[in-house]
């Protein structure tokens, strides 16, 4: 962008305020997420969604191999504020009878699973996403997470996120 100043003033200037509007964006999504840090744990999370289906009448199953214990704070905070998500769409949109949350730990990845066996979502609404959906990829974007979902009319809705396990540098490496 430098070489562009002399050459194109115009350009330039308005692809600096692109990244400054980026920044700003990046900044409120990190600010956002340490305040919900200190309030959100995984586990309180998966008894807070038991509790909320069962005052909604939904039978509630969470099946886990693992609490997910180790993995580090970002990840079970973003996973938190996706579980809330989904458990309140489950809540608020799907009519569902059951409602099963799966935590897994996998090789090399964290798994999170909320299904339910409600009206699913048609197909010609994928593209209306609201905040919610779109608010939870965005946010799994910055722990390199995926959301996958497989619903449809009447089948009701199962969302997978995965969120790959983070390599964390060997500290004895080039200490000789
Ligand atoms: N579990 C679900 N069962 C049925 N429909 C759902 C479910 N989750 C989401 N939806 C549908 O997808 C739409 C988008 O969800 P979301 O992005 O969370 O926005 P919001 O909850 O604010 O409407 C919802 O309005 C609803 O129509
Ligand atoms: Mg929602």
């Known amino acids: 962008m430098e070489r562009l100043i002399p050459q194109n003033p115009d350009q330039a200037s308005k692809e600096a305020r692109e990244i400054q509007n980026i920044s700003r964006s990046v900044l409120l999504q990190v600010r956002e997420l340490i305040s919900d840090m200190q309030s959100i ?3 309180e999370e998966c008894q807070q ?4 289906c069962e005052s909604a009448g939904i039978s509630f199953k969470l099946e886990r191999n693992d609490e997910l214990g180790g993995a580090p704070p970002i990840i079970r905070n973003i996973l938190s504020l996706c579980l809330r998500e989904c458990v309140t769409n489950v809540v ?25 066996d409600g009206v699913g979502i048609a197909k010609e609404n994928h593209d209306r996403f609201g905040s919610g959906l779109l608010g939870m990829k965005e946010r799994l ?5 995926k959301l996958e979902m497989v619903t449809g009319e009447t089948k009701g809705t199962k969302i997978t996120i995965i969120v790959p396990k983070v390599k964390k540098p060997a500290i004895t490496e080039g200490i000789q």
Do not use: F, N
């Open 49 to 52: 969604a038991a509790q909320i």
């Open 41 to 43: 744990d995984l586990g």
């Open 141 to 145: 974007l910055l722990i390199e997470g």
């Open 92 to 116: 608020k949109h799907s009519g569902a009878h059951k409602c099963t949350i799966r935590l897994e730990e996998g090789p090399g990845k964290y798994i999170l699973q909320v299904e339910d």
